[in-house]
């Protein structure tokens, strides 16, 4: 630039003819180039930047204005001659204005364009370059027109020698000027080419260097041996490490994967790349990775290697969140059906082997629908998590215990003996039936187990689940709260039940059902005082079955509570007709289950069945057993409405159940019955004799009537006259009969009294 603008004034000042010999001192016109380059260094350097301010472009102007005027007027001082040089100072000033004004112009459109190639923008440097020459050009003539040349005496100089230092002069001035122009353009060309190769590595190497620093991904450089390392930031925020040698990185994993990160880079180090997960522990956390080993090559041998770290953390957890979720139940936390079954089909493959045992043990929880539906779900989830908290702490590791759905548990037990699962059994039993605190309830609940053993009952996991399952509806049979193993007959027992379910809707439609009646008398003077209700059900192809057969199916269809509300109308339309006919004035007792008195609107179908019927409700009595009681609070209040009724009611069965007999106080009750399972076998057993002697005296210290069923002797009638028990019930006095033979059994018993 410096250059260019020295020759467009040298150019201009060879097509100035003075009347007089000048010649040009060479230093002089040495520090003219001098201020024009160094002004034009200066000016170029003051705009080079990223964002153009206004305060940069005026302070590049000045100097490049500047640098034209020093330029020019320093080359005017260069000229050696017999003439004294005089300036105009306005006009001085305004070439030197000029100068500053157009260049103010051209630099603003030479950064504007600087990096434009297209057509347009060729044209707008060339259009930044002709107002550059017009600044230069504006500034000599302007400057020119301020000078006057002032001679002192017209001497004359030879016209050879002057022609031939102004050719000189053009001569040098041309060669100079285009030595430069093509210098320049030839090194603005090498620029461009050199730049565009230059550009392309710098532009690859900052992609990689961008690439490895910026990655979201820890990215971990070896060396060949594994001693060097480089670690993106992502990789030191992972392990906490700036620098991490191989050695470090293997002792941060377990053995296991140490020898799996160490084999894979040996493998990379070959030129393989590698992809495999580990696990990690640095000081805060332990870290699942998904780990790539890539080999650098240089040269087509390999320099090093890059190991690219994921932290897969996250999606392990939920990997593992999910596969829980699948094997296990979402409410207990136990293993669900699908994992305990996987399980029981890997034992009894180990089983068949080894030559050991496998044991299945199929639980339910009896009376837990009567929580649910007597309380809501909410209480029967909250007892399920409890039970299983306790089937859970029984077992132990002794074995695996599983929900299967609803209030259906599973426990296997492999390589035991017999005598263990027994011992095992008998104590579930007993957690169980220990009473449940659920938000201030206390309830009772038992469980019926059922066991099946491989291989003698199933040799797969589908013939010890349904035997298993079988042996636990017998337990239920038996009288709930126990367990039993399986035994071939009890196929024709389950068979017989689900004839039953699918019948008992029919039989229920038809009036094959009926109620026969068992006299309760006077323990002193054998008259009559009540007659108990009992249901039958006269089946048409059967023949008489009695309720064991049928009533634990009706407690678990449900069908229970249109039943109970049949028998609860029929015996006393029944006791209203012997009134009508006469006979003297009894009460009937009616047999309750635990799902029809746990009804929210039981105490009004009572009412309902009373009104309906013309009974009084003094000659109602309500049977209930001790598990009815499942909800001791709900059940006190369900008492105290009936009694507020004037209804009767019995605790029957007493002394089987498990109630807490500080609630017998509390309850409203009228009298309590005994259980055949003591009064039997009185004659024989100590034991027996004591509890119904127990029975009676806290009974009467309760100011409670006694009532006991199944005497069967003289000399059961005659222990309980002795321990005054009022009143008594069984064969020794009558079998249950049907209506028309109690009618007849108590017409007889009103003549003999009369």
Known sequence: MGLGIWAMHFVAMLALHLPIDVHYDAAIVLLSILCAIIASGIALWVINTETLTGKRLITGSLFMGIGIASMHYTGMAA???????????????????VAIIVSVVALLLTYRFRNEDSVKGVGWKLLAGMLMGAAVAGMHYTGMYATSFIGGHHSTVQQSYMAADTRM??????????????????????????????????ESDQRYKSLFEHNYDAVMFYSINGEESVLNP??????????LPLRTFIRMCSAEDGERVAANFEEAARGEARNYEIVIATQKRQIHLNLTNVPVFVDQNVAGVFIIARDVTIQKQDEAKINYLAFHDALTGLPNRRFVEEKL??????????????????????????????LGHDYGDLLLKEAAIRLS?????????????????????????????????????????????INGHELYITTSIGISRYPMDGEDRHDLMKTADTAMYSAKERGKNSYHMFAPDLQKIT?????????????????????????QVNAKDGAIVGMEALIRWNHPERGLVSPDQFIAVAEETGLIVPIGEWVLRTACQQNKEWQNQGLPPIRVAVNLSARQFLKKDFTQMVASTLEATGLSPQYLELEITESTMIDVHRASNTLAELKQLGVHIAIDDFGTGYSSLSYLKEFPLNRLKIDRSFVRDMKKS??????????????????????AEGVETDDELAF??????EEVQGYLFSRPLPRDEVTTFMEEQKRRIS
């Open 345 to 374: 089909d890997l034992l009894i493959e180990e089983a068949r082997r080894a030559s050991f045992m496998v044991y299945v043990m199929f639980l339910d929880l009896d009376r837990f629908k009567l929580v649910n539906d007597s």
């Open 393 to 437: 702490n029984c077992i132990g590791d002794r074995g695996t215990v599983s929900r299967l759905g609803g209030d259906e548990f599973m426990v296997i037990m492999a390589d035991v003996t017999q005598e263990w699962v027994v011992k095992v059994a008998d104590s579930l039993n007993r957690t169980i039936e220990q009473p449940f605190l």
């Open 720 to 725: 309980l006259q002795e321990n005054l028990c």
């Open 686 to 707: 100590p034991g027996n004799r004591a509890i119904v002697s127990t029975i009676i005296s806290m009974a009467h210290n309760l100011e409670l009537n006694v009532i």
């Open 79 to 97: 000229m050696q001659m017999k003439a004294v040089i005089r300036y105009d100072w306005f006009w001085f000033a305004i070439s030197i204005l």
């Open 495 to 519: 068979s017989d039940k689900m004839f039953i379910q699918n019948e008992l809707n029919r039989a229920l439609a038809l009036g094959e059902l009926t109620l026969y009646y068992q006299p």
């Open 234 to 243: 992502a990789a030191v925020r992972l392990t906490g490490e700036k620098s």
């Open 169 to 202: 002069m053009a001569y040098a001035v041309g060669i100079v000027t285009t030595f430069i122009l093509g210098a320049t353009l030839a090194s603005i060309y090498m620029d461009k080419l050199f730049a565009g190769k230059t550009f392309r590595i710098m």
